[in-house]
């Protein structure tokens, strides 16, 4: 036989091996992105806790007895799932978008890129650590929260729906973000004027009903309130929307952005550049 390449060998190269899904392949991605973010526990998951703890202790000293009732319910516990959705959806923001903006500066996507890995196996393989990182915080949070301060937990599984949706969302929106940014710079603008600007007008702090009309019709269009509104149902039983519709507009405003990071992923728009 001669060395080298066949014939054989050349028409085989490019053929998929690993049959229909690349199961190793993605839970090798999705176990770096879970330890990438659990070596530095104190900074990624710990930081956020002692911030949610800071801003529910901050609103019980300050405003808290004199608030009265929110939509029924008293003000603290009106605050829980608020604060813990804002810290959800940040923090799965934060998992994608830092992971992929600091392999893109670094120079080192292509060993994500190189492996036989599809679009769709990127993205799941991403999106674990977003999702991971966001329950890991709800969690802890709720259970804080129901321990320390008796805060109801009316609806398990409404809440349990909306921070899964909600980290996977997020998770999206930050790939979109690392994907189209070339710096740091621009991924702190999304953060410091897109992401929290939104997570802060959507309900975390006090019902919308409290808004002039237009911002309250900017709500109704906006995703991040449908997240906080749906959990803060499956807190407290209350909301200012029907979580059916939250649900809706959640799915589909997830579908659209999973769409859009696919293809980009599948294209290599300016990962491979």
């Known amino acids: 036989m001669k060395a080298g390449i066949t014939m054989a060998d050349r028409m085989d190269m490019g053929v998929r091996r690993f049959g229909a899904v690349n199961w190793l392949g993605t839970w090798t991605l999705a176990r770096r992105e879970v330890l990438r973010f659990m070596n530095v526990w104190s900074q990624t998951v710990m930081g956020p806790l002692v911030n949610a703890g800071l801003?529910?202790?901050?609103?019980?000293?300050?405003?808290?007895?004199?608030?009265?009732?929110?939509?029924?319910?008293?003000?603290?516990?009106f605050l829980v799932p608020g604060i813990l959705t804002m810290t959800v959806i940040q923090n799965a923001f934060a998992n994608t978008s830092?992971?992929?903006i600091s392999a893109k500066v670094g120079g080192?996507?292509?060993?994500?890129?190189?492996?036989?890995l599809s679009a769709g196996e990127l993205l799941v393989g991403y999106l674990a650590g977003a999702v991971a990182r966001g329950l890991i915080v709800a969690v802890v949070i709720a259970g804080g929260a129901i321990v320390a301060l008796g805060t109801p937990l009316a609806h398990p599984v409404w809440a349990l729906v909306f921070v899964l949706?909600?980290?996977?969302?997020?998770?999206?929106?930050?790939?979109?973000?690392?994907?189209?940014a070339v710096k740091f710079d621009q991924m702190s603008a999304v953060t410091?004027?897109?992401?929290?600007?939104l997570a802060f007008l959507s309900g975390t702090f006090y019902?919308?009903?409290?808004?002039?009309p237009a911002l309250q019709t900017f709500c109704h269009w906006n995703p991040?309130?449908?997240?906080?509104?749906?959990?803060?149902?499956g807190f407290l039983g209350v909301s200012d929307s029907s979580p059916w519709v939250g649900l809706g507009v959640v799915l589909i405003a997830t579908v659209?952005?999973?769409?859009?990071?696919?293809?980009?992923?599948?294209?290599?728009?300016?990962?491979?550049?």
């Open 192 to 197: 410091n004027f897109v992401v929290a600007p």
């Open 224 to 233: 991040f309130f449908y997240i906080i509104d749906g959990v803060r149902y």
């Open 98 to 100: 830092s992971s992929i």
């Open 55 to 77: 801003l529910l202790m901050v609103f019980t000293i300050a405003i808290g007895a004199r608030r009265g009732d929110v939509m029924g319910v008293p003000y603290i516990d």
């Open 165 to 180: 949706l909600g980290s996977v969302f997020m998770g999206g929106l930050g790939m979109i973000a690392a994907v189209y």
């Open 207 to 212: 019902s919308i009903e409290a808004l002039p």
């Open 256 to 273: 659209v952005v999973l769409a859009l990071v696919w293809r980009w992923l599948r294209s290599g728009y300016r990962l491979k550049a």
């Open 108 to 116: 080192n996507i292509v060993d994500t890129l190189m492996p036989p």
